[in-house]
């Protein structure tokens, strides 16, 4: 399993609990993909962006001010995750919220600040209590003396643990988007009724451009990453020149897999070693050997809606899912 060894370093670290943000990532498909759905059928403000990368969100804030009504509302994965815990996980096993301290590993520094930003206390405590990188991670493994290559691996603890191809994805440019239109192309068109595989929004390139059919109808998509692009996309989308309705932007070249907070290498080193080919391909298999690559049709992520959030997008969902930006200034940070 290819995650199992380090479940099994964070419980010899002291978690009682170790989950899939991956999962969370499921949450963050079902509000995106229905929130876009809602913008392009009730002539809301497109092109909607995404808002899962906390660098470009609050470098919109700060730059592109004006441009807050095209951001997607929904928090990331992390930050979904960790309200539903202190929510409904809370409530199903019966321990009191303000008993739980979540924290996310992350491969990204920018999570770090988005987890002190203001409205990401969904359920009534902060949503998520600490964040660490991988790289602060595999130093708290060795610290602790833990021989990591020879550790049994054991799997992510349920019912939280599940998740599906969609959510594994997210980690690489474009990943987010082709989640997105895997489901909304369902929600559209009835159940099982889109395509998985959108290989037009793949690939390294910093930006990309495509036009998808969903459901019978003609998206423009944009997939972007790295910040000097994310800045081109934002002046087209400030001059009206945008030719597009729906972009993902992730403020690292090439997405998380090469985020701030991965252990560091230089960019020589990077590009010699095929960094980026490497982590994507192993992400990419990760989905085609899931079982489930749809975030709607993960069984827990159902149930939370049946038993909790009421449907994507409900009053709810809002409360728990979902949150609200600033224009920022140099003063304002
Ligand atoms: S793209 Fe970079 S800054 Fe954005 S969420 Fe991923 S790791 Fe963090």
Redesign the pocket.
């Known amino acids: 399993m290819w995650h199992g060894k380090m479940v099994t370093a964070l419980k010899k670290l002291g978690f009682d609990k170790v989950f899939d943000t991956n999962t969370g990532a499921d949450f963050t498909i079902m509000e995106e993909a229905s929130e876009f759905i809602e913008r392009i059928q009730n002539g809301g403000i497109l092109p909607m962006s995404t808002s899962?990368?906390?660098?470009?969100v609050k470098f919109l804030e700060m730059n592109y001010p004006e441009l807050i009504p095209n951001l997607s509302t929904c928090k990331?994965p992390h930050q979904m995750f960790g309200a539903v815990i202190k929510s409904y996980y809370a409530k199903t096993v019966g321990i009191d919220p303000s008993k739980i301290y979540v924290v996310s590993v992350?491969?990204?520094?920018?999570?770090k600040f988005e987890r002190t930003r203001d409205d990401m206390q969904g359920a009534g405590y902060d949503d998520v209590d600490c964040v660490i990188t991988t790289r602060e991670l595999a130093r708290l493994i060795r610290q602790a003396n833990i021989e990591f290559s020879e550790l049994e691996e054991c799997g992510f603890d349920s019912p939280m643990g599940e998740a599906t191809g969609a959510g594994a994805i997210f980690?690489v440019?474009g990943g987010v988007m082709e989640a997105a239109l895997r489901t909304a192309a369902d929600f559209l068109g009835g159940e099982s009724f889109g395509k998985i595989d959108y290989e037009e929004v793949r690939g390294r390139k910093g930006i990309k451009r495509a036009v998808v059919n969903v459901a019978g109808k003609d998206i423009r998509v944009a997939v972007v990453?790295g910040l000097a692009n994310a800045r081109e996309i934002a002046e087209e989308i400030k001059n009206g020149s945008a030719d597009f309705d729906f972009v993902e932007i992730?403020?690292?070249p090439g997405?998380?897999i090469?985020?701030?907070?991965?252990p560091i290498k230089t960019s020589k080193t990077r590009i010699k070693n095929d960094v980026f080919g490497k982590r994507s391909k192993s992400i990419y298999t990760i989905d085609e050997k899931s079982t489930i690559r749809k975030s709607h049709e993960n069984e827990y992520i159902k149930k939370v809606y049946e038993e909790f959030l009421n449907k994507p997008g409900s009053p709810e969902a809002h409360k728990l899912l979902h949150t609200s930006y600033v224009a920022r200034n140099k003063y304002n940070i």
């Not at 899962?52 to 470009?56: H, I, K, R, V």
């Not at 090469?258 to 991965?262: A, D, E, F, V």
């Open positions: 899962c990368c906390p660098a470009w990331s992350m491969p990204c520094i920018a999570k980690g440019t990453s992730m403020a690292c997405g998380c090469l985020g701030g907070g991965q």
